[in-house]
Every structure is written in structure tokens, then in C-alpha cells.
């Protein structure tokens, strides 16, 4: 089990190191406003912690070809898999050649130091956070049939931990999401299973092994599509991914916001005027329409925030998904 010895002073430090980084961000354009074209001198390296093809992999392909365009340097990505994204996360902060830089998803900068906390980064100190990329919602599901709205949550509470839903692994967002739903509404207790993948999520509900799980839309909606499963709300607001599916605080779910997300980001000791271009050229780069059109093809939102925007984000998550680790005791395998 995971003891907190002052859940207020964790939150505290993380709240102080990521704002920091914010801070520091924020300041650099005054310092560093003339300096910046200086930087990149040589190609630039995003590193990925999924293999090709996946949807973080995805989201930094978009980005490496419009970014060669502005930066006159090209940008390879390297895949380093393994560890939910952490091998990967871990090269990104040890980094110190200014020229390299991650495409890392919402647990490696938020939950990852939260459930092992001998993981070699911090992300509240190791990182400068660039600009949030990418975010998609998840969609809560069961089988056909099931009540829809409101009706599923009482139907879920009488059922009490008779029902499990999936995810795939202690600690995913899957998991940690279902956690903060179940906190959020009254009587339900589900109980978790965790798989290998979400088709394997999926081949469960199918079968009737569990009844609920958080999963992405590309998996969700073809089954929906097909009658075969039923989407019963999303796990964020109105989506464009996912334009025929209600937010579930429709159906009285308060106080509950999640999404899966890329964000780029650079080690804390990246240059200045690398953090200033870079905060300023990759937010303008993802309000392209063709760039946003590919992103929303491979099912995701292109968003392209500020760097204290990031920040805050980075924040606010680990604080939120902290406090569901630390009360339930949560650990990974």
C-alpha cells in the first residue's frame, strides 16, 4: 500500500514544482525574445514511449513534419517502448543535448511517480512542459441492453459488487477513471478486472464476463455501431470524436472530467530559447486545419496549449487521481 505521510504536502509540492515550471515558462519570452531563432541548431529527436502506430506514436507524427517546416530542422521520432511510457519518459527528463524532446501521455506526468515512487523522474521537477497536443474522451460502456442514463447507475448501485468492469491494468486510466466514477456516484461498486488490451475488455463484455468498462472511441463505437455494446455516456464534455454520445453528466455524474492526453514536453534543463520557440510555434502548428483534420482522423482532438496551460493540467490530474490512489491503496503489479 502507498502512505502519504501529508497528502496536503504531496499536493502542495507537486502544485509548487509544476507551477514553477509554468512560471519559469512564462517569464523566458522577456529574457529570450531575440535570442530564440538561435535554437534548434541540429535535427530534433521526439521520443514515444509506444510503438509505431499507436495513437501516442500518431500524435507525434502529425506534429514532426509540420514542425520541421517551421523549426528548418527535421524531427525523427524514436520509439522507446516499455513500462506504460515511463522508459521513454525517463530518457526525456535525463536528456542534455537541448534536441530532445517526448510525446508523453497523461500517466507518465501525472499518476506514473504516484504509484512508484522509486521511478528515476519526478515529473513536477524533471520536466518543462511545452504545450498540451492531443485529448480524447473515454467512453463508459456495457452491454446491450443495459438502462441508459441515470437508470444505469441505479441499476449499477443495486448490483453492487455482483458487477465488475475492466481495464487494462492497474494504475491505466481505464482503472484509475473507473475508481473517481464509482467515488462520484452513490452505490456503485463494481469490481475491477484488469486485461491484457481493450479488445480483450471488450470480448469480456461481449461474453458477459463483466458489464462496464472505460475505453477509447475507436474501440468503443464500431461495437456500439454494431448493437453489440452500449454506450452509456462519455467521460469528458461533448466531443467531436464522438458526436452521437452524451457526456455522462447527462445522466448525474458531477464532479468528473477525464480524458486521455499527449502532451510535448522537454527536460527541466531545456534551453530557454528552446522553451520560448517551442511555446510558441507548436500551439500555432495545431491550429492548422489539415494538421487538426489528421489528428481528428486518428481520434484525437488537437488542442495546442500554452505551456503554463500544460502545467496547470499536469496539476490538476495528479491531484485528482493522487487522492483515488492513495485512498484505495493503489499499487502497481
Known amino acids: 500500500m502507498?502512505?502519504?505521510?501529508?497528502?496536503?504536502?504531496?499536493?502542495?509540492?507537486?502544485?509548487h514544482g509544476v507551477l514553477g515550471c509554468a512560471l519559469n515558462a512564462a517569464l523566458l519570452p522577456?529574457?529570450?525574445?531575440?535570442?530564440?531563432?538561435?535554437?534548434?541548431?541540429?535535427?530534433?529527436?521526439?521520443?514515444?514511449?509506444?510503438?509505431?502506430?499507436?495513437?501516442?506514436?500518431?500524435?507525434?507524427?502529425?506534429?514532426?513534419?509540420?514542425l520541421a517546416h517551421v523549426l528548418?530542422?527535421?524531427?525523427?521520432?524514436d520509439n522507446r517502448t516499455g513500462a506504460s511510457g515511463n522508459i521513454a519518459a525517463s530518457q526525456v527528463a535525463r536528456a542534455?543535448?537541448?534536441?530532445?524532446?517526448?510525446?508523453?501521455?497523461?500517466?507518465?506526468?501525472?499518476?506514473?511517480?504516484?504509484?512508484?515512487?522509486?521511478?528515476?523522474?519526478?515529473?513536477?521537477?524533471?520536466?518543462?512542459?511545452?504545450?498540451?497536443?492531443?485529448?480524447?474522451p473515454l467512453v463508459l460502456v456495457a452491454p446491450p441492453g443495459a438502462p441508459a442514463g441515470a437508470a444505469f447507475f441505479a441499476a449499477a448501485a443495486r448490483q453492487g459488487s455482483r458487477w465488475s468492469y475492466g481495464s487494462v491494468g492497474i494504475g491505466s486510466v481505464g482503472h484509475l477513471g473507473m475508481e473517481w466514477l464509482k467515488s462520484r456516484v452513490r452505490g456503485v461498486a463494481a469490481v475491477h478486472v484488469p486485461f491484457r488490451s481493450n479488445p480483450d475488455i471488450v470480448n469480456a463484455l461481449l461474453a458477459g464476463d463483466i458489464q462496464l468498462a472505460l475505453v477509447p472511441p475507436g474501440i468503443a463505437m464500431p461495437q456500439v455501431h454494431a448493437g453489440k455494446l452500449q454506450a452509456i455516456g462519455l467521460s469528458s464534455g461533448r466531443s467531436a470524436l464522438v458526436p452521437d454520445v452524451a457526456p455522462?453528466?447527462?445522466?448525474?455524474?458531477?464532479?468528473?472530467?477525464?480524458?486521455?492526453?499527449?502532451?510535448?514536453?522537454?527536460?527541466?534543463?531545456?534551453?530557454?530559447?528552446?522553451?520560448?520557440?517551442?511555446?510558441?510555434?507548436?500551439?500555432?502548428?495545431?491550429?492548422?486545419?489539415?494538421?487538426?483534420?489528421?489528428?481528428?482522423?486518428?481520434?484525437?482532438?488537437?488542442?495546442g496549449s500554452a505551456p503554463q496551460a500544460l502545467a496547470l493540467r499536469m496539476h490538476d490530474e495528479a491531484a485528482a487521481m493522487g487522492a483515488i490512489i492513495a485512498r484505495q491503496g493503489i499499487k502497481p503489479e
Request: glycine share 6%; proline share 8%; no cysteine.
Open 96 to 136: 542534455s543535448d537541448d534536441h530532445t524532446l517526448g510525446v508523453l501521455i497523461n500517466g507518465n506526468l501525472t499518476t506514473a511517480r504516484l504509484l512508484d515512487p522509486t521511478l528515476s523522474f519526478d515529473p513536477a521537477r524533471d520536466f518543462a512542459p511545452l504545450s498540451l497536443l492531443t485529448t480524447a
Open 248 to 303: 455522462l453528466a447527462d445522466a448525474g455524474v458531477r464532479d468528473f472530467q477525464l480524458e486521455v492526453w499527449t502532451a510535448l514536453v522537454g527536460p527541466a534543463r531545456l534551453s530557454a530559447p528552446a522553451q520560448v520557440r517551442l511555446g510558441r510555434e507548436v500551439p500555432a502548428l495545431l491550429r492548422d486545419a489539415a494538421t487538426r483534420q489528421k489528428l481528428l482522423n486518428q481520434g484525437w482532438q488537437a488542442v
Open 30 to 66: 522577456r529574457a529570450h525574445a531575440q535570442n530564440d531563432a538561435s535554437w534548434p541548431s541540429r535535427p530534433l529527436r521526439l521520443v514515444v514511449g509506444f510503438p509505431a502506430g499507436s495513437t501516442p506514436d500518431m500524435a507525434a507524427r502529425a506534429l514532426a513534419d509540420p
Open 72 to 77: 528548418g530542422q527535421p524531427v525523427y521520432v
Open 2 to 15: 502507498i502512505h502519504f505521510s501529508s497528502p496536503l504536502a504531496k499536493r502542495r509540492t507537486l502544485l
